[in-house]
């Protein structure tokens, strides 16, 4: 699903922030990404993302070259991505509603089809009374929901999640990530870039991809 071959990138003529990664996601996997604040957790997620471009190596999603795809073929292959950033992304001028559905809109269905669908997860995440609320009112945490929902709505192939319960209590938290673990049970495959090692501890089955020094560590569970 996503193949990473001697990857690395760095910023002008300065040093390369990550190098050598070799790694890849399969299909219905669980994997937490994790590491020291600075250590290139969002830079990953970014590749990964396919919104930044690597400066050597090869980055391989759904079986393509991303460097070989052109703008709309990038675009296609997002639709299939499931993202949540710290920065959460919501559009202002709509409702929270209408963020989480915008993804369905832009894949052309019609809103008989899914309004359904779109109230049930928010209710699920806690926003079934924020539905009509545009994001300035809402709070850190509840932006948070919002910007799970959204990613959640399309039933990804591929969820990529930076921090997502950074913002939550540790009872949503943990009612998130199973939330995270139920979506991998159904087929897709998830990145969760946390550093909350107590939350990772409760999941024990997942992948740990460490990041330190601009390289990477692979533990197929938990660490010694």
Same mark, same amino acid.
């Given at each position: 699903m996503l193949r990473f071959e001697n990857v690395g990138l760095r910023y002008g003529?300065?040093?390369?922030?990550?190098?050598?990664?070799? #790694?890849?996601?399969?299909?219905?996997?669980?994997? #937490?990404? +994790?590491?020291?604040?600075?250590?290139?957790?969002? +830079?990953?997620?970014?590749?990964?993302?396919?919104?930044? !471009?690597?400066? !050597?190596?090869?980055?391989?999603v759904f079986g393509q070259d991303a460097s070989a795809l052109t703008k709309d073929d990038l675009t296609t292959l997002r639709r299939r991505i499931g993202a949540v950033f710290q920065d959460f992304r919501l559009l202002d001028h709509l409702t929270?509603?209408?963020?989480?559905?915008?993804?369905?809109?832009?894949?052309?269905?019609?809103?008989?089809?899914?309004?359904?669908?779109?109230?049930?997860?928010?209710?699920?995440?806690?926003?079934?009374?924020?539905?009509?609320?545009?994001?300035?009112?809402?709070?850190?945490?509840?932006?948070? !929901?919002a910007a799970i929902a959204r990613a959640l709505i399309v039933r990804p192939e591929l969820l990529l999640a930076d921090e997502p319960t950074g913002n939550v209590d540790p009872g949503l938290a943990r009612r998130l990530l199973r939330l995270f673990v139920e979506l991998h049970r159904l087929g897709t495959a998830v990145v969760i870039a946390t550093h909350d090692l107590q939350l990772m501890d409760q999941f024990g089955f997942a992948r740990r991809l460490v990041v330190g020094d601009g390289k990477l560590t692979i533990y197929d569970g938990l660490p010694s």
């Open positions: 003529m300065g040093p390369e922030v990550v190098g050598d990664l070799n #790694f890849s996601v399969a299909p219905q996997s669980f994997q #937490f990404l +994790t590491g020291p604040s600075g250590a290139g957790k969002t +830079t990953l997620m970014r590749l990964m993302l396919l919104s930044l !471009r690597p400066t !050597r190596g090869t980055i391989r929270t509603y209408e963020n989480v559905a915008l993804p369905l809109r832009a894949m052309g269905r019609e809103e008989l089809a899914y309004r359904a669908e779109v109230v049930e997860l928010l209710r699920w995440v806690g926003l079934g009374d924020r539905m009509n609320a545009s994001p300035p009112v809402l709070s850190g945490g509840e932006k948070q !929901r």
